[in-house]
């Protein structure tokens, strides 16, 4: 980790700031749940369940491992997860709360309370179950950000059906080895959403995703979203207008184990491959609630929370669909981009809805400092109260300027002036987590934890988390190393869809008895987490998870490319940006002139739009090991416009000299 330039900055970090006393005395969360969980971490964990969730059947086992990895949570309780989410909170006397805020990219709004959210996901249930769905069934979901992507994770877990929710920014390649892998019977999609003010189209990519034959889709769901002409295969497609409000709004919830596979979501890993992150019912939803309210110190009876995720990756399943239903808050959602019509678009959103959690990336937060701190001087955010960071690690200077800009905003500047301060700003949480861990593991309590800018700190209540060395140790206090998890929790992934092999390989072989995170961290002098990014091929691109081989992949099926490397270089905004070294087959002077162009396009239909790379570079070699290894390293110098370093295993080390002299023509 010798490499890894940010952490020098990281550990000259010194401010920390202590929660108020006013803010203490009001949180949610106390030291106490430290105490509770490390006297029995199982019966913590127990009492906590219990109460965050409704079990139709209670559980008498906490934790069962006798087939480890394999640990299964709460196994012979039962549950519904829609249940817990809507009829319980409708049931209690809250079917008027609003549980839904949703305000299109356009300006269109929509609410929903509690109970017309339990009646909506009742009739999608119904819909789906005419469609053939039921129990342990897979659902494609190709969505944007509108109420129908919630109210179908909502239909599909009311059934017992397992949802795939694959994200809206991803290719019909990726989109149709993803249906099938989980063979999905339905897909539901939309005909587009809008981005920058323009009509953005979805549908066609199903069309394209379901062209070739042999899939096992039988419907495909369309949500009218923008009313573009689309592409219609009778027998196959039908409106969701046409068939969910007509379905009956009857429906009762069954009760299935707390194993029940609840969702899969794919995620990349260190192989071309994406791997189906398999989570289920009743840990995932335990964990996923319990961190909600703790973290976030939420009151669900005052509270506006607003997560600015896409409900396509983790963030969005666990923080925006699950966890704040489940725990009965109100929540924002929103469709479109930071920027339109303008860059005030956020800090409009927070003004009007008086949001007062919110909870977002800090690849936004560096986007909206380059903005400049007129924009959200401008807003009124007094509102705000506690404020999330999630995806990447949070550069100190980001934090701070969180705090300080939008934490401390306490009414609407004029003039270009900043207005009135906080005495107290917002407090700022910074939550470590990942697809496979399905809810936050290290992350500070609010009104307990002396923040530091740029550190996740502590473990939540209840979780291990440990750094150790190459051989499992413990490292000291300022040391680094690898993050490890030293014992299950129940918002753990269950493994990988269909590769059991696969999921024992990447997590639970390098270290054996602990899980292996892939990212390294480092322990400060009071034994503070700093997350120091991976360690492995999988590069962080404003907060989404690429692979650098399935990128390399997707360039070496394009004609023009014989051999390909690509690697994270540092970027201002999305933290690391691609950067894809290429050897063209035969001659250079063969290919178009705009042959890098041709092949960020390809790498964009092949895999995504946010796959594509920032850069291609064509070069004559690319610098290897004796042992045919591509030294990525060597690469990184390059693309971060550093002198390479030290290139001596190189098995011909004149190749970086080669490479830097076709960059600079
Ligand atoms: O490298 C870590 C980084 O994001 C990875 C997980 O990505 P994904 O599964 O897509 O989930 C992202 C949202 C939970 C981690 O292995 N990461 C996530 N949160 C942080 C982070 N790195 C540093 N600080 C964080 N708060």
């Not at 920390?16 to 105490?35: G, I, K, N, Q, R």
């Not at 239903?325 to 981009?337: A, C, D, H, K, P």
């Not at 270290?511 to 892939?518: V, W």
């Amino acid at each position: 980790m010798g490499e890894n330039s940010t952490l020098d900055n990281l550990l000259t970090e010194h401010r920390t700031f202590a929660p108020s006393a006013e803010f203490a005395a009001h949180a949610v969360a106390d030291a106490s749940l430290y105490e509770r969980a490390s006297e029995d971490r199982l019966a913590y964990w127990a009492e906590r369940s219990r109460g965050a969730l409704t079990w139709a059947t209670d559980f008498t086992q906490v934790l069962d491992d006798s087939n480890a990895p394999f640990y299964r949570w709460f196994a012979d309780g039962k549950l519904n997860a829609a249940y817990n989410a809507l009829d319980r909170h409708v049931e209690a006397g809250n079917g008027d709360r609003v549980a839904l805020i949703f305000e299109g990219e356009p300006g269109d709004t929509a609410t929903y309370t509690y109970a017309e959210l339990t009646t909506a996901v009742k009739q999608a249930a119904n819909a789906f179950a005419g469609l053939g769905v039921g129990a342990g069934d897979r659902v494609a979901v190709y969505l944007p950000m509108v109420p129908e992507a919630v109210i179908t994770m909502l239909a599909c877990a009311r059934l017992g059906a397992v949802h795939s929710v694959v994200f809206g920014g991803f290719s019909a390649d990726a989109l149709r080895s993803r249906i099938d892998d989980a063979e999905a019977k339905l897909v539901v999609t939309a005909d587009g959403t809008w981005r920058r003010a323009k009509p953005s189209p979805l549908k066609p990519a199903v069309d394209a995703a379901l062209e070739a034959p042999g899939h096992t889709v039988s419907t495909v769901l369309v949500v009218k979203r923008n009313a573009e002409p689309t592409n219609w295969v009778e027998g196959r497609d039908q409106w969701w207008h046409e068939v969910v409000p007509n379905a009956s709004p009857e429906h009762e919830a069954e009760a299935f184990e707390s194993e029940h596979p609840l969702f899969i979501l794919y995620t990349s890993g260190t192989t071309g491959k994406p791997k189906g992150i398999l989570h289920t019912t009743g840990g995932y939803l335990t964990q996923t609630a319990v961190t909600h309210h703790d973290t976030f110190d939420l009151k669900p009876e005052t509270d506006v929370y607003w997560c600015t995720a896409d409900v396509g990756w983790i963030t969005g399943h666990s923080y925006i669909t699950y966890a704040p239903l489940v725990n009965g808050s109100t929540v924002l959602l929103y469709e479109g981009t930071m920027d339109t019509p303008d860059r005030g678009r956020w800090w409009d959103l927070v003004q009007r809805h008086k949001v007062t959690i919110m909870y977002t990336a800090p690849t936004a937060i560096r986007t909206a400092m380059k903005w400049g701190r007129e924009v959200p001087d401008s807003y009124d955010l007094s509102t705000l109260r506690v404020l999330g960071s999630v995806g990447e690690p949070i550069n100190p200077e980001a934090w701070m300027w969180y705090r300080d800009v939008i934490g401390a905003n306490a009414g609407a500047g004029t003039d270009g002036q900043p207005g009135p301060r906080k005495e107290n700003p917002a407090p700022i949480v910074d939550t470590w987590w990942q697809t496979e861990t399905g809810a936050h593991m290290i992350a500070p309590l609010p009104g307990v934890t002396a923040t530091k800018p740029g550190s996740a700190q502590v473990a939540v209540p209840g979780i291990t988390v440990d750094v150790v060395d190459e051989a499992g140790v413990s490292v000291g206090n300022g040391e680094g190393g690898y993050l490890v998890i030293r014992d299950p929790w129940p918002s753990m992934l269950r493994g990988i869809w269909g590769d059991p092999e696969r999921f024992k390989e990447t997590y639970w072989s390098r270290f054996e008895t602990m899980y292996f995170a892939g990212d390294g961290a480092k322990k400060d002098e009071d034994g503070d987490i700093w997350l120091l990014g991976r360690v492995d091929d999988v590069m962080n691109v404003s907060g989404h998870r690429l692979s650098t081989t399935e990128i390399e992949s997707a360039l070496v099926s394009h004609d023009a490319v014989a051999e390909a490397a690509v690697v994270g270089a540092k970027d201002e905004t999305t933290g690391e940006a691609v950067v894809a070294f290429v050897i063209l087959r035969g001659a250079d002077a063969e290919w178009p002139e705009d042959i890098s162009e041709q092949l960020r396009l390809h790498v964009g239909k092949e895999i995504g739009p946010i796959a594509k790379p920032k850069a291609v570079f064509v070069v004559p070699e690319l610098p290897k090991t004796r042992s045919g290894k591509i030294m990525r390293r060597l690469l990184k110098d390059v693309a971060e416009g550093r002198p390479a370093g030290d290139a001596s295993t190189l098995a011909d080390t004149t190749v970086m000299d080669q490479i830097a002299a076709t960059m600079r023509g």
